[in-house]
């Protein structure tokens, strides 16, 4: 695939550990500028506070967040950051824990109707205690997870990034009888509005969880 870029965006690789694996999740922001290796490093500290604060005692005490990676997505050679201050951040939850695969979708969306205009995070650090039954978390984490995710929302905004949705691929084309996603010019990016979480729990198999699909 291509190297696509996104001018004004930015790229937020938050790296786990959870037991012996690496697992990711991948965020996209813009501050409405080209960002700068300081915009970078006060991102970073906005990103670590808020999993301090609010995602980690949310999460099992097998899962640490070990590094931010920041990088401006505007063309080759823009800033690119590896945040390390006051990591590793642990999950407090102790107790048995579930298998990586297990997680629950959160839901981003922008008000604006359309696949590319919308996203999803799978949430890192599920645990027995988050559990209504076998398939379904409680009603009280169902709001905990929605109130976590919305709070990066307005983390963000008050330091003057807006969490968005990057899309830099459009519809598919068929090569040699396959699909392949068809890549834009540039990335595009749309103002997530609200974040949501349904109760059922999901699988993600994939070792890299990025929200954006």
């Known amino acids: 695939m291509p190297t696509i870029f996104t001018p004004n965006g930015v790229s937020v690789e938050c790296i786990f550990t959870s037991g012996l694996s690496r697992v990711e999740n991948i965020y996209h922001v813009t501050k409405g500028s080209p960002a700068t290796g300081a915009d970078l490093a006060a991102l970073g500290l906005i990103i670590r506070n808020w999993e301090n ?45 579930m298998p990586n695969f297990n997680s629950v979708a ?34 009280a984490y169902v709001t905990s997870f929605t109130n976590a995710y919305n709070t990066l929302r307005t983390n963000l905004a008050a330091a003057g990034w807006t969490f968005v949705i990057n899309s830099k691929y459009s519809g598919v084309t068929i090569v040699g009888g396959r699909r392949v996603a068809t890549p834009r010019a540039n990335g595009i990016m749309q103002a997530v509005t609200a974040s949501s979480v349904e109760n059922a729990v999901d699988t993600q198999r994939h070792r890299k969880l990025p929200y954006q699909l």
Do not use: Q, W
């Open 53 to 97: 604060t609010t995602m980690a005692p949310l999460r099992h005490n097998s899962v640490s967040l070990v590094l931010i990676e920041l990088t401006a997505l505007d063309a080759a050679g823009a800033p690119t950051l590896l945040y390390t201050t006051g990591l590793p951040v642990v999950g407090t939850i102790a107790g048995s824990s």
């Open 106 to 139: 959160i839901k981003h969306t922008t008000g604006v109707t359309g696949r590319s205009k919308r996203g999803r995070t799978y949430f890192i650090g599920l645990c027995p205690v988050h559990l209504l039954s076998a398939d379904t978390i409680t009603a």
